[in-house]
């Protein structure tokens, strides 16, 4: 294996069974398990204000329920529009080299949100600036996953970025769950600010320091850059062009985009429609639905990508309307139990969309190459290979926006109308449009796709 120097490697098969068996696995699980160690915090600093709104009234913070679903959704909107250069960002600096980057610039987010939660008189729109900061961990999870695409051969692209994701996504239900029991300790309270409750809020952000300097110093130390995955932005860009990435983009706004947003929005959902119900089980949300993403992964392998999320859409539907019954008679066991049924579909969702997504690309470029020869379909493969880690992370980015628009929802909705079912009936219909462009154009048989290489048949 010849590098251009020890953390570039230039000689990269994994479709090699030869190469893969050898050595080529081993450095492909090294490098994944660092890029799920800093993914996962990425998302944790990406959701920490998902638990700091509920408790900033309490703390003195005289803002509003709409503006505190601003604080808990202005992340997710950052976090979206940076995953557009972090998609770009690998095949130019190299994976390792901008999982250094992206881990060290989490410090703004975690030493701002430290210093500001202590002074209550700070207005609105300058805790709006530094929650939206977070949103930098939301970036990471677009570079991480073209990145990881790149290491792994077709065959278990679905399983490689599925665990990934999961290991990344978790990061939503660590820092639900950590953060109001590390609130209430003062061993991080570098600022001398007195609890209020017994909770530091400042604790939210520095209890990621340490974790942050692991993650750093684990990219450098074992992670690497491969030369194959470095492309023009031009060749990237071309992605934009092609009809799939935008349909894709909209479907993973109803898996990922429900996912992040409805994770962002829980802790203050339960506060808002529960006031004698404690905040604490909202990480059990985001909890399912991360394990539940290497399930779909696998079984997008096993099945077929559109199929499952075919069913998986039918699933989201029905229990959003268990939601829209619970929520109305205010029972909240069967509130807690239909929200994590839709936690566990986007779990599910998001595996099987981006098993999709190396497909579509591998068959469409497989198309296009047909009777130009052995050298024609290596050609393919690699620009498919090129593509499809692109495409991985702008989908990502688009699907992202889901984080902004589904808190801000139920933001509106609970200002309008006083509770959150408006937001609900409109989430709903979204997922009725997302099943029924999933059966036609990837379930659906017409002439465009009856042949040997149809998108169906290739199990998208």
Known sequence: MSTQDSTWISDWKPEDETFW??????????????????EHIGFSVWLIWSIVATKLPAAGFNYTTDQLFQLVAIPGLIGSLMRFPYTFAVTTFGGRNWTIFSAAVLFIPTFG????????????????????????????????????????????????????????????????????ILMGFGIFNLYQATPVSGVYLQNAGLMWILPLVVAIFGAIFFMNNLTSAKSSFKDQLAIVGRKHTWIMSFIYIGTFGSFIGYSAAFPLLIKTQFPAVTVAIAFLGPLVGSLSRPLGGLLADKVG?????????????????????????????????????????????????????????????????????????ALALKTASIESGAAVGFIGAIGACGGYLIPSGFGK????????????????????VCLAMTWWFYLRRSPATAGATSLAEARV
């Open 21 to 38: 068996n050898s050595k080529g696995k081993v450095i492909a699980r090294r490098n994944l398990i660092w890029s799920i160690v800093a």
């Open 113 to 180: 949100l430290a210093y500001f939660v202590s002074e209550p008189n700070t207005p609105f729109w300058l805790m709006l600036l530094v929650a939206s900061t977070a949103g930098l961990g939301g970036g990471n999870f677009a570079s991480s996953m073209a990145n990881i695409s790149f290491f792994f051969p077709d065959r278990m692209k679905g399983w490689a970025l599925g665990l990934n994701a999961a290991g990344g996504n978790i990061g939503v239900s660590s820092v639900q769950l950590l953060t109001p």
């Open 305 to 377: 990508g559109a199929i499952i999320t075919f069913w998986n859409f039918i699933a989201m539907g029905a229990a959003t309307i268990g939601v829209l019954y619970f929520v109305g008679i205010k029972d909240f066991a069967g509130f807690l139990t239909m929200f994590l049924i839709i936690f566990v579909t986007t779990g599910i969702g998001n595996g099987s969309t981006y098993r999709m997504i190396p497909s579509i690309f591998r068959e469409e470029n497989l198309r296009k190459a047909k009777g130009t020869g052995e050298a024609g379909r």
């Open 413 to 432: 909705s609970i200002a309008i109308t006083g509770g959150p079912q408006l937001a609900l009936e409109i989430y709903l219909a979204f997922y009725a």
